[in-house]
Structure formats: structure tokens, C-alpha cells
């Protein structure tokens, strides 16, 4: 089975250009979350959708928006992009999205913003 | 706010010992524990998930084991191998009732022949 699959896997942008990122969960999954993780740090969590509904936001600013659609795919869009939105943008699914499940990580999306 | 701590400096270990890597945690007490692994550029692997009834969990080579009263969790590979060289990450459940994590920043492992 796939695991959870993200595209692009890696892009450039300028500053002040806005990007999309999108993820396609495992099969069955009906949960998606987004990490965005800076070199040498852990990744951070941003979002979680379960069943179209964000259930949760990290302490991200605005210009980070999210979205999940019927087939449980998502998009994670990041506007007037800065330079310290470089980084590697994780999407992350889990079964139910509950408290607890095991969350099953993609490969990522390498943004470099120059 | 809640703080995950983990050994900044890589641990460098012979080939068929042991490795343990720490994982503490103040200002909070997460009911389950997840711990992965990265090879770089990659996404992290699911290696163990542990709750907090649960003092210790075996795969394989793994062992988890979970204090909820030092708030700390430890991470072993015995007979480790050079294919083990990676970065482990301890994510403990946050508090809130849904599920994120919140990452250590890691520790780097290098298992030498």
C-alpha cells in the first residue's frame, strides 16, 4: 500500500510569491496534519483536518491556510512568502485523527524561499 | 509551554552495543509517547508509540520505556548496527484532545563498524 504521498518534492519560490503544497493520505485515513521543520529542529505542527473540519492550528501566522477535500487529500498554502518559510513541509495522516492514533509521516516538500 | 528535551550532541557508539537515547519533557504530562526516525532529507519513520500505562515497549531490537514521574522517556537499540545511524525523534501527545505531536529536535545516532 502507498504510504501518505506529497508533491511537489521540492521547489523555489521568491519572496512575496505564494505556493501550494499538496498530500494524498494512506488509504483510509481520514486524517491529515502539516509540520513545517526547519534544519536541525523538530518539526512543528501547523494544522490538522479530519473529515474536511480543521481541528486544530499551531502558532502559525495567516498567510498559512490549509484545506482538506472529499477524498481526504489535502493543500497546505503559504502566501507573501518570507525567507524563514524555507523549510521542509511535512504531511503527516493518522486513521481517525484522534487522540493517540499513530500519525504516518511523508517524505515532504523542500521549499526554499529566496 | 510545554518543552521537549533531547540530547543535542550526536551519540557515537560501536557496532553490537547498546544505544540509549533520552527524552524529557516539563510543563506538561502527555498520555502516549511517539518516537521516529529521520534519515536526511526523508520524512520521519514511525518506529514505537507508548501510552502512559505502558512502563516499557519491545519491537524487534527497540525499547521504549515511559516515567511519567521522572517525565522522561528512554530509547533503546541493542545490537546496534551501522544502518541504525540516524536521527531519533521523541514527539510527545500535546494536551488539547486531538492529535499532534510536539517534536525534540533530536538526536543524531552513529553506530561505527
Known amino acids: 500500500d502507498a504510504g501518505v504521498t506529497q508533491s511537489p518534492t521540492h521547489l523555489i519560490k521568491t519572496r512575496g510569491q505564494h505556493v501550494t503544497l499538496r498530500c494524498s493520505p494512506i488509504s483510509g485515513h481520514k486524517s491529515v496534519s502539516w509540520y513545517q521543520q526547519v534544519l536541525g529542529q523538530g518539526p512543528q505542527f501547523i494544522f490538522q483536518y479530519y473529515e474536511k473540519e480543521e481541528r486544530g492550528r499551531g502558532n502559525f501566522p495567516d498567510r498559512f491556510s490549509a484545506r482538506q477535500f472529499p477524498n481526504y487529500s489535502s493543500e497546505l498554502n503559504v502566501n507573501a512568502l518570507l525567507l524563514g518559510d524555507s523549510a521542509l513541509y511535512l504531511c503527516a495522516s493518522s486513521s481517525q485523527g484522534a487522540w493517540g492514533d499513530t500519525i504516518y509521516f511523508g517524505e515532504g516538500s523542500w521549499l526554499t524561499v529566496v | 509551554s510545554q518543552k521537549i528535551e533531547q540530547n543535542s550532541e550526536a551519540l557515537n557508539i560501536q557496532e553490537g552495543k547498546t544505544a540509549t537515547l533520552t527524552c524529557n519533557y516539563t510543563n506538561y504530562s502527555p498520555a502516549y509517547l511517539q518516537w521516529y526516525r529521520q534519515d536526511p532529507g526523508r520524512g520521519p519513520v514511525f518506529l514505537l508509540l507508548i501510552r502512559e500505562n505502558e512502563k516499557e515497549k519491545r519491537k524487534e531490537r527497540l525499547k521504549v520505556t515511559f516515567d511519567t514521574t521522572l517525565k522522561q522517556s528512554l530509547f533503546h537499540i541493542t545490537a546496534s548496527q551501522p544502518a541504525d545511524s540516524a536521527t531519533y525523534l521523541c514527539?510527545?501527545?500535546?494536551?488539547?484532545?486531538?492529535?499532534?505531536?510536539?517534536f525534540g529536535a533530536g538526536t543524531r545516532l552513529a553506530v561505527h563498524p
Open positions: 514527539a510527545p501527545g500535546a494536551p488539547g484532545g486531538y492529535n499532534k505531536l510536539i
